[in-house]
């Protein structure tokens, strides 16, 4: 099995994010660590298959205000601990807003 490659630092972080699929599903979950590449949310596996494509939703601080982030993701790997997601692109206001929370003190 080949290791996991990572370009970017995870943190672990407690933070609720929206998992939307197609137009019937749409379900609150807790993130148990998140990176600029993706995240490890706390779900059943059960809910999708690797290789789904999902919109993940982010309400992330920016200035002293909250923004909402849409960032199209797929899963990429479902065990026990959750479905790991990756993100896909997204705009430059979710990026910054990641940056500022993943590198923040």
């Given at each position: 099995?080949?290791?996991?490659?990572?370009?970017?630092?995870?943190k672990?972080?407690?933070?609720?994010?929206?998992?939307?699929?197609?137009?019937?599903?749409?379900?609150?979950?807790?993130?148990?660590?998140?990176?600029?590449?993706?995240?490890?949310?706390?779900?059943?596996?059960?809910?999708f298959?690797?290789?789904?494509?999902?919109?993940?939703?982010?309400?992330?601080?920016?200035?002293?205000?909250?923004?909402?982030?849409?960032?199209?993701?797929?899963?990429?790997?479902?065990?026990?601990?959750?479905?790991?997601?990756?993100?896909?692109?997204?705009?430059?206001?979710?990026?910054?807003?990641?940056?500022?929370?993943?590198y923040?003190?």
């Amino acid at each position: 099995m080949k290791a996991e490659q990572r370009t970017s630092i995870r943190k672990k972080i407690s933070l609720n994010i929206v998992i939307n699929y197609d137009l019937a599903y749409s379900k609150r979950w807790k993130v148990r660590d998140l990176s600029l590449g993706g995240a490890m949310v706390e779900m059943r596996r059960d809910e999708f298959l690797p290789g789904t494509p999902v919109e993940a939703v982010l309400a992330l601080k920016e200035h002293g205000e909250y923004g909402l982030h849409r960032l199209p993701a797929e899963v990429v790997r479902t065990d026990r601990n959750g479905v790991a997601l990756r993100f896909r692109n997204y705009d430059d206001k979710a990026y910054t807003a990641l940056v500022n929370l993943l590198y923040s003190a």
